[in-house]
Every structure is written in C-alpha cells, then in structure tokens.
C-alpha cells in the first residue's frame, strides 16, 4: 500500500532561520497529489500547500514544496521561521481523485525567539 | 476557517457502549470522510462517502463501526460496542467533487475517551 514518512518528529529552529521539514513516499500510482497540513493545538488540520505537478514550486504563506517524483518527495520549506509557525506539521499523499488522505507520521516544529 | 461543523467536541463513554458523532459538511461538499486521529497524532481512514453512498472504508469500520451520510441530514459515525482502544479524536472531512484532487478540509472533531 501508499506510505508517507516523515523523518523528524520535532524540528526546533530559532526565529528567522531556515527551516525545512522532510517527506518521502511510497506508491505505485502514477498521478497523485500531496497536500501539508498544518495543526495548531486544539484546532482542525488546515491545508498548507497541495500539488501534483512534478518539479513545480508551490508557495503559500511564507512556505514553499516542490513535488519531485523522481526522489518520490516533498519537503517543506521556509527561509524565515516566525513563533507563530510552531505547530504539528503533516504531509499527505493522495492517489485518487475523491480518495482518502494517507498521512505521514507529523512533525512537531517548535520557533524559539 | 473550515466551515465543517462535528459534534459533540467531546464525548465520554464506558466500555461496551454506543457513541455516536455527527459531521456537517461545508456547504456543497458531496465528498466526507472519516478519520481516527490517535494519542501518537497518526491518522486511520475509516470511511468516505459521496452523497449519501459509502466509496471505501476499511475493515474496522466494517464491523464495529457505522456510519452514514442521509440527505438533508448530518452525516454520522457510531461505534457500536465501544472499546478502550477506540479513544481517540474523530476528525470528519469534506471535500468539493473535481476533475482534481480537491483538498479535504476538517471539522474541529470530536474527541472519544472510553473509559
């Protein structure tokens, strides 16, 4: 079946650095799309950023990913970290149209000032 | 913000007992879905719908677990004889029908705690 990794369970990064979340994927399906969910605590998953062009940049928010399914990936990315981005981080592949989300296992991204 | 509307937000029940959660979906949405949401923040699918007819689920959800999605009525899920295990949040999601693959966007879900 479809699997989602993600790497790092907590990412802690200081205010205005870099920050860059990993996710790799497993399918067999040739057309997908992938999807990072952002958590805030006691609050419902909201998209972050979908695609599902191969090699094509997409931004929302300060954030950006770039589906290559040529290293079955789709990292997160951000130059410059702010407190307000401290929240669970989920990538999530989809290879249906109106199929179900397959998540990966989160990433805790903790700002400090 | 989502427009996906579940209740109860929280919900406490004994073992062996029914419980039951109810999802509305954002306006205009035909697609919902289940999720089980655990301790450790993983993710289970449970069920989909579009309209009111079952597209996938998966074999939990085929014996202890019921849902439906009637029309002009909040879709639901019941856990028929609930278990320690089965705590946990219970996120509903709708999506817009589309050539492409839509976004699912959540409802603030319903936490379970079986004691």
């Known amino acids: 079946g479809d699997s989602v990794t993600q790497t790092e369970g907590l990412v802690t990064v200081t205010e205005g650095l870099p920050v860059k979340l990993n996710c790799t994927y497993q399918?067999?399906?040739?057309?997908?799309?992938f999807f990072w969910y952002v958590q805030y605590l006691n609050e419902a998953p909201q998209v972050l950023l979908r695609s599902s062009t191969d090699n094509k940049r997409t931004e929302h928010q300060g954030f950006h990913a770039t589906l290559h399914k040529s290293s079955s990936s789709f990292h997160l990315q951000k130059s410059s970290a702010q407190l307000s981005d401290s929240a669970l981080y989920y990538c999530a592949l989809q290879t249906q149209v109106v199929g179900q989300l397959t998540f990966g296992s989160g990433t805790r991204l903790q700002v400090y000032a | 913000n989502s427009k996906v509307i579940q209740t109860p937000r929280y919900l406490v029940k004994g073992q062996g007992q029914k419980a039951k959660m109810r999802c509305i979906p954002e306006?205009?949405?035909?697609?919902v879905f289940w999720y089980q949401q655990n301790k450790n923040n993983e993710f289970k699918f449970l069920i989909n719908f579009q309209n009111q007819e079952v597209l996938q689920q998966i074999d939990m959800t085929e014996k202890r677990f019921s849902a439906e999605c009637p029309s002009n009525s909040p879709c639901s899920l019941e856990i028929q004889s609930s278990e320690a295990g089965d705590s946990a949040l219970y996120l509903c999601?709708?999506?817009?029908?589309?050539?492409?693959?839509?976004?699912?966007?959540f409802g603030p879900g319903t936490r379970l705690t079986v004691l």
């Open positions: 999601a709708s999506s817009p029908r589309g050539g492409n693959y839509a976004e699912q966007f």
């Open positions: 399918t067999t399906y040739l057309t997908i799309a």
């Open positions: 306006k205009g949405h035909p697609v």
